[in-house]
């Protein structure tokens, strides 16, 4: 590092969440950062289209109204029921702002979105930290019970697992602080607990376009919650950026959300191909966790995951590996498209037979 | 209030910025929020549709390396020297994170943005407030000379009175900590305190696509520093969002930049139309500060700013009014187009003539 005197003791005291690579590099096939394979709906090129305009000189809602009606209609809640973000990361940070305290540590799994820790520390907060099971589901019980709030993810990741609404109640009508629910991945398999909303005040249900839309170009999250919650995010979110979503994002992702007929043939497809899949790793050697996300959490039973991811990306294939306790065996492969996965199968062969 | 069981205490505690109001009704004269009334560059239109295509599925740079080697250029620094974030406000709000700290107060003026006590009260720090002289103008001295940094912009916001380049060298010499210059308004008339850079290390200048380019319905800010400086700004940024801004703002702000020529005729314009309707609020009993902005900041002799404002708005014409000590009689009129200013000229005459 650099000189650091003119840093706050935050700055210098902080550990970044660094993403998945995002290469410049083309032609490599990118399963490392769970985009998902196909393009967002016509609609949503037309909306960008009709967005690019001499309005583009004024301020965009900061109340993102027609958005979040759009939104409210496809979940069946009031439009002031949903929040809306730059990305379902900037929903998450204000969120632990909104709802958990600095002398309170609120409650999450050892091996989750590794996100959560970072937003822990930027802001000063403390989490008691739950393992996972040793066959790495939720530890429902353990991340019940708690006074400063919870958050997890369902599906978890990077693990893919899920867990039934039976559980999530359980956790949340056990705890005592807010239960924020990170569903990144739910419409790839898993229930959604917007259905319990009306059984859990304290419950704040968290989303993205970023995978089953196919818009992570876009940025643009959202959560839902009882209006009391939303009135919180929407405090702290107007004391940081009164205009996180630009117009473009707007008119873009409101036209996504109401093309639910593409969506869900997308994710129809990235189901099929999920399913189809994991036997293939499976019969190449692999342990793949059953995944309810748009992506496989797999073990090779003889070759080291790191030196695998490496092999790979010389096969111009990337996957993400995480050098972390428990899970460095493990590979995050993203679900292609079936041509993507068949390469992907055919440089797993090339370098299982050649080492 | 509702009911806010589940809210932390900081979402109780805190006092939101209220931005100028983005009113639905079509057809008003919009002098409330500083937008540029001319529009943004052809090529940003083009930008904007030229990114409407499959690429959304993708993240974005989380670097925005074309963007800040673009900005990089215009302003002759190097890359590492420029920050990218969404909107001002933002880069502003991470500024505050990566610069100040909670238990040493930084200095700020008394009159000024009003997201800035905002950003402390959000972030637990504490402001030394330094009043503006009787005239309004930067109180110089009084910002000088502190140890937990200091923010000011220049031109001031909204008074519209700007400090030259020796008085920011001053400030910024003088202080211990990191030296933030907002210069959201400063290519209306005022001189960067980039030419300062290579003297002031401590020295951070924060710039906006808003209102110069006529972008604020793409929400694009940036910062520029020395590289160290901005490595605290990416540490802070990386813990709260890694993508803050999407495909299309990248690409748009871009083309924005690259389009020197057409901004320069636009500011041009608009510095012409401030510089003939000036004398002309003048002779209708207003005094106005001289302007280095693409405002008007003006008070009436005999009629009061909130009664004006309010007839104003039964005119269709929205300006801006703060209800704040030593400013609430003042009007903040943003410089809209000759035309639209003939019309708050001419609602003038009927108002004042009718009182």
Not at 53 to 61: E, G, I
Not at 145 to 165: D, E, K, Q, R, Y
Request: with cysteine.
């Amino acid at each position: 590092m650099g000189d650091m005197r003119y840093w706050s003791a935050l700055a210098k005291g902080i550990s970044p969440y660094v993403p998945g690579e995002q290469p410049r590099i083309p032609h490599l096939i990118k399963l490392n950062t769970n985009e998902n394979p196909y393009p967002p709906s016509p609609k949503v090129i037309l909306a960008v289209q009709g967005a690019a305009d001499a309005s583009l000189r004024l301020y965009p809602d900061p109340e993102s109204q027609a958005l979040r009606a759009a939104i409210a209609k496809r979940h069946g809640v009031k439009p002031e029921q949903v929040f809306v973000g730059n990305g379902s990361d900037e929903v998450l940070a204000l969120a632990f702002l909104a709802y958990f305290d600095r002398d309170e540590p609120f409650r999450m799994p050892d091996i989750t979105y590794s996100f959560y820790p970072v937003y822990a520390q930027l802001f000063g907060m403390a989490a008691e930290t739950v393992p996972l099971e040793d066959d790495f589901s939720l530890p429902v019980e353990k991340l019940s019970g708690g006074t400063g709030g919870v958050i997890f993810a369902n599906p978890n990741a990077p693990t893919s697992l899920a867990i039934g609404l039976d559980d999530v109640r359980a956790i949340a009508s056990s705890t005592e602080g807010a239960a924020i629910v990170d569903e990144a991945y739910v419409e790839f398999g898993a229930q959604s607990a917007i259905a319990l909303l009306s059984d859990c005040p304290n419950l704040v249900v968290v989303r993205t376009f970023s995978k089953s839309h196919a818009l992570a170009g876009l940025r643009v999250g959202y959560a839902i919650a009882s209006p009391d919650l939303i009135e919180a995010l929407n405090r702290v979110k107007n004391s940081f950026n009164s205009y996180p979503l630009d117009r473009v994002a707007q008119a873009a992702a409101t036209a996504s959300i109401e093309d639910e007929h593409y969506c869900q043939n997308v994710l129809l497809a990235i189901v099929k191909t999920r399913e189809s899949f994991l036997p293939r790793l499976e019969a190449l050697g692999f342990t793949c966790l059953p995944s309810k996300a748009n992506f496989l959490f797999a073990a090779h039973k003889t070759h080291a995951a790191a030196r695998l991811q490496k092999s790979l990306r010389e096969h111009g294939v990337l996957v993400r590996h995480f050098n972390a306790p428990r899970i460095d065996n493990f590979l995050r492969i993203t679900v292609g498209t079936d041509d993507e996965m068949e390469r992907l199968v055919f440089s797993l062969q090339d370098i299982l037979s050649l080492a």
